[in-house]
């Protein structure tokens, strides 16, 4: 998850996630950083609209209830 | 019906009418019942379980439509519902409250031919009385194992000839009448009441006690919601505005990522929430290397 | 909530979570870093079995609100 | 609903929920008093028992799967 | 829960909850009224939107109701 | 909510919940104190054990609403 | 979570959330106040929306899960 962390972290520390930023985070928090997967994860995110997934996941754990028939 | 026609009635016609306009004049509530094909025994049963709330009577329609006009009824209204063979209530009470009072005692009778079961038909273990011969052969039919024992009729144990809904089988019905048995429910058909000049049909008047126990349900949800929202100082509503309040501050904390021992659960649970969701959503074109709950 | 995936990328990176790795986290994040709130962060979590939370955060059903009928 | 808040409201000043009371309250709203209703109301409390209602209406976290109308 | 009762009474008859409203219908209950109480819960309706709070409320899953005896 | 949060307060640093307690710390947040609502809301929490309704707060998983039918 | 129910206390009575606010909260409910956390929490909730996150965190009704069907 330390490519997601890092991310969160950018994201919400309202920088722009780049593979040097990302880079950079996961470098000080002493991880080695996998090049290939740095660049896919940013590029995946590029595509996600990132506060709207985080809106939604916010909305706590939620179960669904039998539908009424 | 012209006054030339009533005074030729006969004199056990004129009492009757002036016993009904009686009945009518000292009765808040009438009700008409449909009675066709009403068992007259089980009319009796009814009678006695009504002593102290009200009477009921059988009378022909045309007596009762001359009694209900000298009593003062509005005959207009009730006359749609004074055909075919009636009974009628003479109450005091709320007629409600005599629907309910019908509804809630279950009168059974003997099957007929062609009847469905209301409740479990068991052929119970034991003596039947019944003489061997002919009748053991019905037995085997239904599949109760029966034995003879000096010339009776024993069966060997509880039989379930017919469930709830079943139809009862033809050739069971004189052994079930035999053996006392009244698997099927009989029940008054209310058409109307009259009371207080006004007709109450009977989609109003049979009452379904489960809607007004729903109903007192959504009342009572209701006003816990609306005593929450403004804090009603009450316990049944401190209670769950409490509940909320503190949810608030969970939410609150885990949002604003305040971390305190008390508050980890609540900001890691977040965070860590937050993570997968974004995980998931790019799970499909990255390989992350984890496992990310679904 | 820089403070706390600072601390979870830390922790996810199997590194300890002390208050100058998360600064140079954040730091490397571009975050101004402000001291006291990483001294509340770092405390409070020496207090808490971060294993255990996050297990069971992970262990609550995350399902999509059901479509309402 | 007007009517069951009536009866509500004198079951909850533990007055008995009677035609006049619940009459008496419901012009006191404002509300036009149907008889009918009045009655059909009044005979179908007398049936249930409205302190055990509300018991298992406040005990909210105990939820059967709701039963299709 | 009286002046709930009331108040709800008076809104599910598309009245307004106003003080004198409510003294009315729990006056006609037989119910003692305690003007703080009425000001102070007419007030504080008057900040909810009350057809809000009861959709909210009666989306809830229908608590098993108990067949009537 | 003032008063809740206020009695909260209290409970959560393990002190009493007493009319005092609650008008001080109300009118320390700058809230204009009710006499008659601080009564009401110390009465109605000396009969609620505040740590149970809490732990079964938390307890409860959050379930969305199905739709009525 | 006294610092939140401070801040809660605050909020609702609309006040602004500083750190005398809090801190004038908290000692008035004998609180022994940690001037870290009051940062901390200050600081935090500046970033926050808190309407919002209120009004996400109770829409929700509260029930039970029910058993699975």
Redo the contacts between chains.
């Keep these: 998850m330390e490519y997601i962390y890092a991310s969160l972290l950018l994201h919400s520390a309202k920088k722009e996630i780049t593979e040097d930023a990302v880079k950079g985070v996961l470098s000080a928090a002493g991880v080695e950083v996998d090049e290939v997967r740095v660049k896919a994860v940013v590029a995946a995110l590029k595509e996600v609209n990132i506060d709207e997934v985080l809106k939604n996941a916010t909305a706590m754990p939620v179960v669904a209830a039998p539908a009424a028939a | 019906m012209s006054l030339a026609q009533e005074r030729e009635l006969p004199k056990w016609k004129v009492d009757e009418v002036s016993e009904i306009e009686e009945k009518l004049r000292n009765s808040k509530t009438l009700i008409i019942v449909n009675i066709e094909g009403f068992p007259a025994d089980k009319l009796h049963e009814i009678r006695k379980k009504l002593r102290g709330k009200a009477e009921i009577k059988v009378t022909k329609n045309t007596l009762f439509l001359i009694a209900a006009k000298r009593a003062g009824l509005d005959t207009q209204k009730l006359e749609s519902y004074i055909t075919g063979s009636n009974a009628f209530i003479f109450s005091n009470e ?4 005599i ?2 009072f019908l509804s809630k005692f279950k009168l059974k009778r003997y099957p007929m031919p062609g009847d469905k079961a209301d409740e479990e038909v068991v052929i119970p273990a034991g003596d039947t009385g019944m003489t061997a011969g002919p009748i053991l052969s019905t037995f085997g039919k239904l599949k109760v194992q029966t034995k003879v024992q000096d010339g009776k009729v024993h069966v060997i144990k509880d039989t379930v000839i017919a469930k709830p809904g079943d139809p009862i089988p033809a050739e069971a019905v004189p052994i079930i009448q035999k053996l006392g048995i009244m698997p099927v429910y009989v029940k008054l058909k209310l058409k109307a009441a009259y ?2 000049q ?1 007709i ?1 049909p009977v989609s ?1 008047l049979e ?1 379904n ?2 809607n ?16 929450v ?25 885990g ?11 609540a ?13 998931s ?2 799970s499909g ?6 496992q990310v ?2």
């Design positions: 709320n007629p409600f409250a629907s309910i009371h207080d006004l109450i109003e009452i006690l489960d007004y126990v729903a109903m007192i349900s959504e009342a009572s949800r209701n006003s816990l919601a609306l005593g929202e403004i804090a009603y100082p009450v316990p049944e509503v401190l209670k769950l505005t409490l509940g909320k309040a503190f949810m608030r501050a969970t939410a609150l904390a949002e604003a990522g305040f971390l305190t021992p008390e508050t980890a659960d900001v890691l649970s977040r965070a860590v929430t937050k993570a997968y969701a974004l995980a959503s790019i074109k990255v390989d992350l290397g984890i709950p679904k």
